[in-house]
């Protein structure tokens, strides 16, 4: 998201099932920080997962989330003014529906974009 919180650009990538859900969510990120990092000069990711929040400001506090924070805080380093805000399910429809179409996808699917492309499904009301 830019400044004044649009979306500049958004992304999905069907990913292999990790240990917990809470595991897909910081994978999701950091594959989102790598994209960025090729794609924009983004600085503010949005999520609707509080727990992935918490990890970000207290990564000590999440032993058995090590392996996975150390690299997110790697690339940290090049986000000067990263910042991740929370965003209530209701209002991420379009970020819900990119992860649902990804996960019923049974080919690799990998999209970042400024809109939806053609070939995905259209959302129901976005």
């Known amino acids: ?10 992304g999905t990538k069907n990913i292999c099932r990790r ?5 897909s969510e910081v994978e999701a990120l950091r594959w989102a920080m790598e994209n960025m990092l ?7 990711f949005g999520t609707d997962c ?5 990890m970000l400001k207290d990564p000590q506090a999440w ?5 996975e924070l ?3 805080e790697t690339l940290l380093i090049c986000f000067p003014d990263f ?4 965003v209530p399910r209701a209002h991420n429809q379009l970020s819900d529906f990119l992860a649902k179409t990804a996960r019923s996808f049974h080919r690799e699917l990998f999209f970042i974009g400024c809109s939806i492309p053609v070939w995905l499904p ?3 009301q976005v």
């Open 1 to 10: 998201m830019d400044s004044r919180g649009s979306t500049q650009l958004m």
């Open 19 to 23: 240990e917990s859900a809470l595991h």
């Open 38 to 44: 090729q794609h924009s000069t983004c600085q503010t």
């Open 50 to 54: 509080k727990e992935l929040i918490a």
């Open 63 to 67: 032993p058995s989330f090590a392996t």
């Open 70 to 72: 150390e690299k997110i």
């Open 83 to 86: 910042d991740i805000i929370h």
């Open 122 to 124: 259209r959302p129901p």
